[in-house]
């Protein structure tokens, strides 16, 4: 398994996650935003920062949280950032995000109109710094009350998600883009059926020789849960990776025997663990 991880597979040249932030109540544009998205099976992932650092704090880690080192990881990740100043925390993100290059050019910043009528520190402070650095044209005004989501999508659909592939070389952890590690991390899950984060850290620990950052995997398994591709089950801190129609890692050609003769092993080993594992299994097939 860990050589075929090694040499064995393609990966898409970015990702497909949108980070959204704004407000929590359902009445917020973020929620109409995710329902409206969710309901247009649109080709991409949205993403929610607050349900990955919820899940990392609930595992047991060793290393402090750097909020600033977790949100570059996702802005590294994103597609686009989508910003709807509608509650305190994202006034703070907003303000934060306009001083930092790697995730301005991402933005993509929808106000409310009508509130647009005069100049304010936000107007004329980050709003302006982040239309000066984003690739995406940064703001958008539409009614909050009478939203156009469609607008928002045609914004983002201005840089195509890449459909192209390229070999994935995994040999220093270093070398890897955060993506890279994203798509390693999901297909380490995926082999395992469902495994705790201690499992998948176990793991990546054979394929890098114990020379990789375990508080970053960590994060990004977190991500991975936070953007819907595991789900957790079971009350043993286990996760199972939910079905995608588009998968992050695929087996390069010559290679596809190898990935189905380790997933048949796998699932033999599986069919003989303990009636207590097995059944936390089962459970992750039929929620899949």
């Known amino acids: 398994m860990v050589q075929l991880i090694r040499t064995g597979y393609s990966v898409r040249r970015s990702g497909n996650i949108v980070f959204v932030c704004g407000g929590n109540s359902a009445s917020d544009m973020r929620m109409q935003f995710k329902s409206f998205c969710q309901s247009k099976r649109i080709d991409f992932e949205i993403f929610f ?46 303000g934060y995000f306009s001083h930092v290059d790697e995730l301005a050019k991402k933005i993509i910043l929808v106000l409310d109109q009508k509130w647009q009528s005069k100049d304010s520190f936000m107007s004329m402070g980050p709003v302006k710094k982040i239309g000066s650095k984003s690739k995406f044209y940064a703001e958008l005004q539409m009614p909050y009350a009478a939203p156009d989501f469609e607008v928002i999508i045609e914004r983002i659909n201005r840089f195509p998600l890449q459909k192209t592939r390229k070999s994935l070389s995994v040999e220093k952890f270093k070398d890897l883009t955060d993506y890279e590690i994203f798509c390693l991390v999901y297909q380490c899950f995926s082999f395992l059926r469902i495994a705790t984060i201690n499992d998948v850290l176990f793991l ?8 990789f950052k375990k508080h970053k995997v960590s994060q990004i398994a977190s991500i991975l849960f936070g953007s819907e591709y595991i789900d ?51 459970d992750a097939k039929n929620a899949a």
């Open 49 to 94: 920062p607050e349900f990955a650092m919820k899940d990392y704090f609930s595992n047991d880690h060793v290393s402090q949280f750097d909020i600033t080192e977790f949100e570059l990881i996702i802005g590294n990740l994103s597609h686009a950032i989508v910003m709807f100043p509608e509650a305190a925390g994202s006034y703070a993100e907003l």
């Open 204 to 211: 990546m620990n054979a394929i890098f020789q114990t020379r």
């Open 232 to 282: 957790e089950i079971g009350s043993f801190g286990h996760y199972y990776t939910k079905n995608k129609t588009h998968s992050l890692l695929m087996p390069r050609t010559g290679f596809q025997g190898e990935d189905t003769d380790v997933n048949i092993q796998i699932a033999s080993i599986l069919e003989k663990s303990d009636r207590d594992f097995y059944s936390i299994l089962e």
